[in-house]
């Protein structure tokens, strides 16, 4: 029983072309996150939602896109690919988000041609 | 803004000594310290965390973690290393006691543990 799920796990695709990332949660959190790995394993957080509301944006493109329907989903949609978006993409989510743990997704490989 | 530092990039130990993970963070006011693992392909695991209280702290599979204010530093131990103990070490680091805020994660620390 998965407590964080993203879909897909491996996501090939050519340059230019636009992709969707989902993730969903059944642990009841309000509060979720996606973080980039890069080919170095550096971690970097992109965005957070909490209870549907965008809390943290990074300085992200504006290719990147989440969206939150509802606490247990958060979604990112890509425009316009390019190679350097070529990373491991991780949702995860916590319950508040000042000193709870956050729980990992097992993470979207993404490989930009 | 919060930082971490990790100063070694990969750490090597044999099976049944003890091990250390270095950490040091940077955070203006309260910090809240975090050890996550990563295994080969997948997500990353919460190992332990220390938010306030004793310096001392005790996490999963046999992993503790000490806070020393003073030195700004969070360096995660265990006792005995076991070869599956081999991953990828991550700590991170939040403001505390200011809302919403970001974790920051360190670069990584490879723990290669021999037979």
């Known amino acids: 029983d998965t407590a964080v799920s993203q879909t897909p796990k491996y996501l090939v695709t050519q340059m230019g072309n636009d992709k969707s990332i989902k993730c969903e949660q059944n642990?009841?959190?309000?509060?979720m996150y996606w973080y980039k790995q890069d080919s170095k394993k550096f971690l970097k957080i992109m965005f957070s939602?909490?209870?549907?509301?965008?809390?943290i944006n990074e300085t992200v493109p504006n290719r990147f896109s989440p969206k939150s329907p509802d606490k247990a989903h958060l979604n990112l949609h890509i425009n316009s690919l390019e190679l350097g978006d070529s990373a491991v993409y991780f949702c995860?989510?916590?319950?508040?988000?000042?000193?709870?743990?956050?729980?990992f997704g097992q993470g979207t490989r993404l490989t930009v041609v | 803004a919060q930082s971490v530092a990790q100063p070694e990039d990969q750490v090597n130990v044999a099976e049944g000594n003890p091990l250390t993970v270095k950490c040091t963070y940077s955070?203006?006011?309260?910090?809240?310290l975090f050890w996550y693992v990563q295994y080969p392909n997948r997500g990353l695991q919460f190992l332990l965390k220390?938010?306030?209280?004793?310096?001392l702290v005790k996490g999963s599979y046999g992993f503790e973690a000490e806070f020393n204010k003073s030195q700004t530093s969070f360096h995660l131990k265990k006792p005995s290393a076991l070869v599956s103990d081999s991953a990828l070490y991550f700590c991170?680091?939040?403001?505390?006691?200011?809302?919403?805020?970001?974790?920051?994660f360190g670069t990584g620390t490879r723990l290669l543990v021999s037979p």
């Open positions: 995860a989510s916590s319950q508040g988000d000042i000193n709870t743990e956050a729980f």
């Open positions: 642990l009841g959190h309000d509060t």
């Open positions: 991170a680091v939040r403001r505390g006691n200011t809302g919403f805020q970001k974790l920051v």
């Open positions: 955070v203006s006011g309260n910090p809240y």
């Open positions: 220390y938010i306030t209280g004793d310096n």
């Open positions: 939602y909490n209870n549907k509301e965008l809390i």
